[in-house]
């Protein structure tokens, strides 16, 4: 017997990959998954919606292992030590010219 893991998917990603992975967890069509997402936040007044970010940012991406929290958490920490660079007067700020070259 295989051990399963939530995670969600790369393949059967539409949006975050939430739907997609509940599917294979569970071993259903990742299409059904996402009527009965859709069919239910119509009537939940946002409950599915919330329910879908809660799940974005607990469950593991399949290929990386980061939650959605985590890439969160890395994209608020490169900003915030841009910010303190430029408030330090360290380095000036050249936005995506810092890591990316036009040569």
């Keep these: 017997m295989t051990t399963r893991k939530l995670v969600r998917s790369r393949d059967h990603r539409v949006i975050a990959g939430v739907c997609g992975g509940i599917a294979e967890y569970f071993d259903i069509d990742p299409t059904i998954v996402r009527v009965v997402t859709a069919a239910l936040g119509l009537f939940s007044l946002g409950a599915v919606c919330a329910a879908y ?51």
């Design 53 to 103: 970010v809660i799940a974005w940012l607990a469950i593991p991406d399949q290929g990386s292992g980061q939650t959605g929290a985590d890439q969160l958490y890395d994209r608020y920490g490169d900003y915030q030590r841009r910010r303190d660079a430029r408030q330090s007067g360290g380095e000036p700020d050249n936005g995506p010219a810092d890591t990316f070259s036009a040569d």
